[in-house]
């Protein structure tokens, strides 16, 4: 089926129109709404045609091309997310992935936190999501029931996410919950700004369609709710905040059109960087 990934979906296109060879594994019947599947095997045909490379020295070789890639783009990450004074969106994600104990969870919204976590989270980075009807439904829910069975939670998410889901504080104070929650505010829907009509539509109208600012005070919210809360703007203090027992609220403020200059900054810096090897 169609991959949900604009980025695979590009890549594959470009793969296929250079020569590349599209094949389907599994069903039922032909998939190809993009007119490029070459053909359509199952499972077992697959693993029985690369068995015999996965012993072979040109595998292994083509094997650590990926790994020393991946290597060196992580490193880049970490170079140019210590570059930012401020708190990024894609350091909000690399340091909440990083200081996660072993034998804690993460509960991840969708939309811009877990690509973030994806992208930039590192070799720590690991979740438990939910899409929920609109993508924004019941984060904080799910987050709280995994913290009622005695886990240490933590959860990220963002400022839509956490209002749409708000009714799951009440009484979180009264229960039994190590619940952390982490809300990047950058007071809208974020992943809008990487979207073509961000640069289509006059700035008012994108606010009005796409970006739909909110002017919720998070802090406020939560503390409305009995909860200590708490905004932080740098990592030391976000570090700090991450490792005390819950139940609590960290807002960590952004802005949406700075946070798609710092995506451009590390995606042209890790570019660079392979295309330099």
């Not at 949900?4 to 594994?25: E, F, I, N, P, Y």
């Not at 690509?115 to 439904?137: K, T, Y």
């Not at 994108?206 to 600012?213: A, D, I, K, R, V």
Request: glycine share 8%.
């Amino acid at each position: 089926r169609p991959a949900s990934s604009k980025v695979l979906a590009q890549w594959t296109a470009r793969a296929t129109d250079a020569g590349a060879v599209m094949v389907q594994v599994g069903g039922p019947g032909l998939i190809d709404p993009e007119h490029n599947v070459a053909a359509v095997v199952s499972i077992t045909d697959l693993l029985d045609a690369v068995a015999p490379m996965a012993a072979s020295q040109r595998n292994a070789t083509w094997i650590e091309s990926w790994v020393s890639a991946d290597r060196l783009a992580g490193q880049v990450i970490v170079d140019v997310l210590a570059g930012f004074a401020e708190l990024t969106e894609p350091g909000v994600a690399r340091t909440v992935a990083e200081s996660i104990p072993d034998d804690a969870d993460l509960v991840v919204a969708s939309s811009m936190p877990v690509r973030d976590l994806e992208w930039f989270g590192g070799p720590r980075a690991r979740a438990h999501a939910n899409r929920g009807a609109n993508g924004i439904d019941g984060v904080l829910g799910t987050a709280l029931g995994r913290a009622l069975t005695d886990r240490t939670t933590f959860v990220l998410l963002g400022d839509l996410a956490f209002v749409h889901d708000s009714n799951a504080l009440t009484a979180l104070e009264r229960r039994d919950a190590d619940l952390r929650i982490v809300v990047v505010d950058n007071d809208g829907g974020g992943i809008f700004s990487f979207l073509p009509q961000a640069s289509a539509l006059p700035a008012d109208r994108f606010e009005l369609l796409f970006g739909t600012p909110l002017g919720v005070d998070i802090v406020a919210l939560a503390t409305s709710y009995g909860l200590e809360a708490r905004t932080v703007q740098t990592v030391d203090e976000l570090v700090d905040l991450l490792a005390q027992p819950g139940p609590w609220v960290c807002c960590v403020p952004t802005d949406r059109r700075h946070n798609v200059e710092v995506h451009a900054a590390i995606h042209a810096a890790v570019s660079n960087t392979l295309d330099a090897r």
